[in-house]
């Protein structure tokens, strides 16, 4: 699982202080104060869209589980909770289609989750 991204914030807010340093090596400096920037901006992605792929994410699995709830709480961690509560029970749910021979039900989960891939995926790459 990913550090979440305050966790990332803090050791980036970390580094800048010791890099900023009038002793701080200049190579070093440079080197991780780009690796730095590199990673705050990928925080920002990844913090700008974390709500809007969770409220979507958990309103797909919803569809799926045949669950008319929705999310009253929009706090990241709120929305992070009911993902996991709500990706058990797909689990549960794919479990018991494959038990079933249930293999529509079963593409539409693996559908769902190859949309969700999707979703989190960053808009560059660091390999």
């Known amino acids: 699982m ?14 800048a202080l010791r890099y ?7 190579a070093e400096r440079a080197s991780n104060l780009g690796l730095s920037a590199m990673l705050l901006t990928l925080a920002a992605e990844v913090w700008d869209g974390a709500a809007a792929n969770l409220v979507e994410e958990n309103r797909a ?3 799926l589980l045949g669950d008319a709830g929705e999310d ?4 990241l961690s709120a929305l992070k909770a ?20 249930d ?3 079963q593409d539409a989960i693996w559908a769902e989750l190859l949309a969700s891939t999707e979703r989190r995926k960053l808009s560059i790459s660091l390999v």
């Open 82 to 101: 009911e993902n996991d509560r709500l990706r058990a029970a797909l689990i549960e749910a794919h479990a018991a289609a494959e038990q079933a021979g």
């Open 72 to 75: 009253a709480d929009l706090r």
């Open 61 to 63: 699995i919803r569809t």
């Open 20 to 26: 900023t340093l009038p002793d701080a090596p200049p």
């Open 103 to 105: 293999t529509a039900r």
């Open 2 to 15: 990913n550090p979440p991204v305050p966790a990332v914030l803090a050791e980036l807010a970390n580094l």
